[in-house]
């Protein structure tokens, strides 16, 4: 996987050149008064790749950025912060989002153990999506659908959209880069970005951090702040998750023209402070204990950085709340 290894790489050497290896090394700068550094800093990497992606959009003329990634990986604030990079260079970016193309809940697939699989690609309408984009390409003009996950219906939205020589479509989605999903597209007229929390800190010199661990970190804290689901319910979930990126999504990354680190080098030591109440509490008689055990130890290796200098266009504020961006 030469993309992923060289994403992972080019921030190791940054680490490296500033000295941040380690958990160690994070915990003495943080210990030292540098923790405001260390997030703008990580904040503005994070920020350059961005705007290199909306410039190579624009140098290649591209009308459509599919964008996909794992669960938690930050896909939705990257699609954001990546429209007001477009708009900033003179394009007008148009955001959908696959999870409003989810066929209606009692035409959704289940997996093997009876229930629903909102994972595969057939949990999606797709040639209604394909109609809707051969429509938009042509010049046509399509009321956009919004699906009620409540309800589990796709409803009309009230949204019209119709494309102009300025508008480029930001299409969201774990199945964004599948080639089955936009068939009918060359793919010289889409630009693919792939999106995935790369931890690239270690713990010592010999072990390093799982990245699944980090985005599992992210989703217990939304699902309990957003979704009202426990530590508990989200770890006993994350298997399922896990296995369908294994089929729907690792497969197609390298397909990507470009990818973008979502990790950032000081956010664990914020999300200790969220997330250890929510693993706290997680009854020792549960089956998931051991898991929650596991994610207390890691989050304790971390010196505690409170999150108010984070800014509120961080991609951690779609976990944490205080973003400036509306979900």
Not at 183 to 197: D, G, N, W
Request: aromatic share 8%; charged share 25%; with cysteine.
């Amino acid at each position: 996987m030469k993309k992923l290894q060289a994403v992972q790489e080019e921030l190791r050497r940054w680490q490296e050149i500033v000295g941040l290896r380690t958990v160690a090394d994070l915990n003495a700068a943080v210990r030292a008064g540098m923790a405001t550094t260390i997030i703008n800093v990580s904040e503005a990497i994070q920020e350059r790749k961005i705007a290199s992606v909306a410039d190579q959009v624009k140098a290649l003329g591209c009308r459509i950025v599919l964008l996909a990634g794992p669960s938690s990986s930050g896909k939705t604030t990257t699609s954001k912060r990546l429209a007001v990079q477009l708009s900033a260079i003179g394009l007008r970016p148009q955001l959908i989002s696959m999870d409003d193309y989810f066929v209606n809940r009692d035409a959704t697939p289940r997996g093997a153990n009876g229930e629903y699989d909102f994972e595969c690609l057939q949990a999606l309408d797709v040639p209604f999506f394909n109609e809707q984009l051969q429509t938009l390409l042509s010049g046509g003009r399509v009321e956009l659908p919004r699906f009620n996950f409540q309800a589990g219906l796709r409803e009309a939205s009230g949204k019209s959209l119709q494309l102009s020589d300025q508008d480029v479509l930001i299409i969201e989605g774990i199945h964004a880069l599948n080639p089955q999903l936009t068939p009918q597209i060359p793919r010289s007229e889409k630009f693919q970005l792939y999106v995935s929390a790369l931890t690239t800190i270690q713990l010592d010199e010999q072990r390093r951090i799982s990245t699944s661990d980090n985005r599992l970190l992210r989703r217990i804290i939304r699902d309990h702040k957003f979704r009202g689901y426990s530590a508990t319910e989200t770890i006993r979930r994350w298997p399922s998750v896990r296995a369908g990126e294994e089929k729907w999504i690792f497969p197609f990354q390298e397909n990507c023209n470009m990818m973008i680190n979502s990790a950032l080098l000081y956010e664990l030591a914020v999300l200790r402070g969220y997330v250890l109440p929510l693993l706290e509490a997680v009854p020792a008689t549960e089956p998931e204990y051991e898991e929650a055990w596991r994610l207390r130890q890691l989050v304790g290796f971390f010196e505690p950085i409170r999150d108010k200098q984070i800014p509120p266009v961080s991609l951690l504020r779609e976990f944490l709340g205080g973003s400036s961006f509306h979900y």
